[in-house]
């Protein structure tokens, strides 16, 4: 084999560009040259292949029977808080700085477990023990990008406190102009130049077509409006989450934002008491919603990330810490319903029972 | 048989130089499946080395970073293609028409910048020159703020381009924004004009790793004029794709090499 040092080819790697990994906590390198920031749920992150990359454009459609694009916002929008990540954030309410006290603060899932049992568990484990000091790091690298948050606390206020947040009321103006230069303001302070990326900004707009909105009847202007929202994300170091309404919207309209979509996501509301769901899903009184991804985000790139599956159950656990599973199917007697488990994993059908091996 | 030319190049008739000459092409996608790729393949073509052809690029949809480092992958530098005056890459992610009358001249500035930019790349003999829009509806969004006649007027006046200068002109749409509404006049009009209609589509079973989507390719007018058999093209023709960061992968339904 050659000398590693030497290189003989001359495709030679442009080392100096590869090194730069980011040097501010809350970024991670993704393939194509492109940077992840976290999405605030681990599972999501890690469903997406790493969470939301910079410069795209995440719209959510809403359903209107549950909220649970609002947990989506609020850990976004956490989670940029607690990275000490400048926010922007709109939405069609008369106060928009009050959802603020509304953010869920970071708590560890794992905090209760790791810390006692591993002191009196260390004596015993002493194969393990030697690869304790990989765990940590790996568990210290994990928390710089992403937290757990705890969904009933609030967000405390050290990380609220002389933030640069921007809250936008969406009522107040008779057309988009007021949250257009909003935006643009705030984007200008995130240009992107050459690999270094010295602040990021994240942008939250909620229910971007609400009827309460006085320019709710002109979609020319709202969807000019997320064009150049669009436009200008992909020069900047920043990501836009947006939810929509899509009821609220002509269909043609609707399907123009879906596509101007990077990353474009949809929760859906959980029919309660739901006798034939319940048989067929384990764990049916955990789930809260249902999120499906129907699109993932492909910059820099021309092939699809295709999942291996779409629609995820939202649960809370422990009654605090969102999480996101793929739908397991109960084993059950024939084929009635199979279209609410389109996961991949349910592998203990009772119809293998039928194949003679 | 040349192993670069695939299934599409073939249905586009790319074992023969130029065949897109004086034509309209109009790919079709819709959210599940991008049809981009066919746009990154059809640049490729344009561009390839073998030939003195040019492209004028109208980004709305990407900027150029994201279309440099897609082609270099399927091997064919866009900056270099730029400096040798071969690809004129127009921004216009920020293009806004304001109202009034600045509102008539967006696109026709636009026009006029394109029928410039076409006599000055003319002058090379037997250049085909190909004008690329990466997605209409954002066009039309762009330039829609009162009226939407002025997308038709923009794409008559590009059509009268593949008439008097022998320009290829590449449009890609989504096809499903459309499907809950009588169909807007440009988009008629597109279709007809078109000679080729491409139509990227998900697969009816769902996403799979290994099969990303099919496409239509519908060739209305070609004949081939040096084999004799261009009547046997003439027709419609269907395949499935795979994308990979190289290039794509195509075959009949059922004959996936996987």
């Known amino acids: ?18 090194s730069s990994s980011p040097q501010i906590p809350g970024l991670k390198c993704g393939p194509n040259g492109t940077t992840f920031i976290s999405t605030g749920i681990r599972d999501l992150d890690r469903i997406l292949g790493g969470g939301y ?27 940029g808080l607690v990275n000490s990540q400048p926010l922007l954030y709109a939405s069609p309410s008369k106060d928009p700085r009050g959802f603020l006290g509304t953010l869920p603060n970071p708590g560890s899932s794992k905090e209760d477990k790791p810390i006692a049992p591993d002191l009196d568990q260390g004596e015993s484990l002493r194969i393990a023990w030697q690869y304790r000091k990989y765990m940590e790091n790996q568990k210290s690298s994990i928390d710089d990008y992403s937290n757990d948050f705890d969904m009933r606390k609030p967000l405390e206020r050290q990380f609220l406190a002389g933030r640069p947040i921007d809250c936008v009321s969406l009522l107040d103006s008779s057309d988009l102009s007021v949250a257009q230069d909003h ?3 705030f984007l200008t302070k995130f240009p992107r130049n050459s690999s270094n990326i010295a602040s990021i900004g994240r942008i939250a707009i909620q229910s971007f077509c609400s009827p309460l909105c006085e320019y709710s009847d002109k979609e020319s202007e709202m969807l000019s409006f997320i064009r150049l929202l669009k436009s200008m994300l992909m020069v900047s170091n920043a990501v836009a989450i947006v939810t929509f309404p899509p009821s609220m919207l002509s269909p043609s309209s609707s399907t123009r934002l879906q596509h101007m979509a990077d990353t474009l996501l949809s929760v859906k509301a959980i029919p309660d008491g739901d006798k034939e769901l319940e048989k067929l899903l384990t764990g049916y009184k955990d789930i809260n919603g249902f999120l499906n991804i129907h699109k993932v985000a492909r910059i820099n790139t021309q092939v699809p990330v295709i999942l291996e599956a779409k629609t995820f159950s939202m ?23 199979t279209s609410y488990g389109t996961s991949g994993s349910c592998s203990g059908s009772s119809k293998s029972g039928a194949l003679d091996f | 048989m040349d192993r670069s030319v695939n299934l599409l190049d073939l249905a586009l008739g790319f074992d023969e130089p130029s065949p897109l000459r004086g034509k309209v092409v109009l790919i079709e996608d819709c959210v599940e499946t991008s049809g981009s790729f066919v746009l990154h393949q059809m640049m490729k073509r344009v561009l390839s080395p073998h030939s003195s052809d040019a492209l004028i690029f109208l980004a709305f949809a990407r900027p150029f970073s994201h279309y440099d480092r897609v082609l270099r992958k399927l091997g064919c530098n866009l900056s270099t293609q730029k400096t040798n005056n071969r690809l004129v890459f127009v921004d216009m992610l920020m293009m806004k028409c304001s109202d009034g009358d600045d509102n008539v001249s967006g696109v026709a500035k636009l ?8 006599r000055k790349l003319g002058n090379v003999t037997n250049r085909n020159i190909t004008v690329m829009v990466d997605d209409m509806s954002l066009l039309e969004i762009a330039a829609t703020n009162s009226n939407s006649d002025h997308v038709l007027d923009f794409l008559h006046y590009c059509h009268t381009l ?13 096809e499903d924004i459309y499907s809950s509404m009588e169909r807007p006049a440009y988009l008629l009009q597109m279709v007809c004009l078109a000679d080729i209609v491409i139509k990227a589509e998900p697969l009816a079973s769902g996403l799979a790793n290994d099969v990303h989507g099919q496409l239509t390719v519908v060739n ?7 084999s004799g058999k261009g009547s046997s093209r003439n027709k419609l023709q269907n395949f499935q794709f795979r994308i ?15």
């Open chain 1, 183 to 185: 935006c643009a303001t």
């Open chain 1, 53 to 79: 990359p910079l410069g795209s454009l995440v719209m959510v459609m809403e359903d209107p029977e549950a909220p649970h694009h609002m947990d989506l916002l609020r850990t976004f929008m956490s989670q």
């Open chain 2, 244 to 258: 990979k960061e190289n290039g794509i992968e195509y075959f009949y339904p059922g004959c996936s090499r996987s």
């Open chain 1, 315 to 337: 649960s809370l656990k422990k009654r605090r810490f969102l999480a996101l599973e793929c739908l397991n199917q109960a084993p059950v007697d024939g084929s009635s319903g």
């Open chain 2, 111 to 118: 026009f006029r910048e394109i029928q410039g930019t076409v």
């Open chain 2, 162 to 174: 593949t008439c008097e200068s022998n320009c290829s002109l590449v449009t890609l749409n989504h």
């Open chain 1, 1 to 18: 084999m050659a000398a590693p040092n030497v290189r003989t080819s001359s495709f030679s790697r442009n080392i100096s560009v590869v």
């Open chain 2, 220 to 226: 209305k007018g070609m004949i081939s004029s040096k």
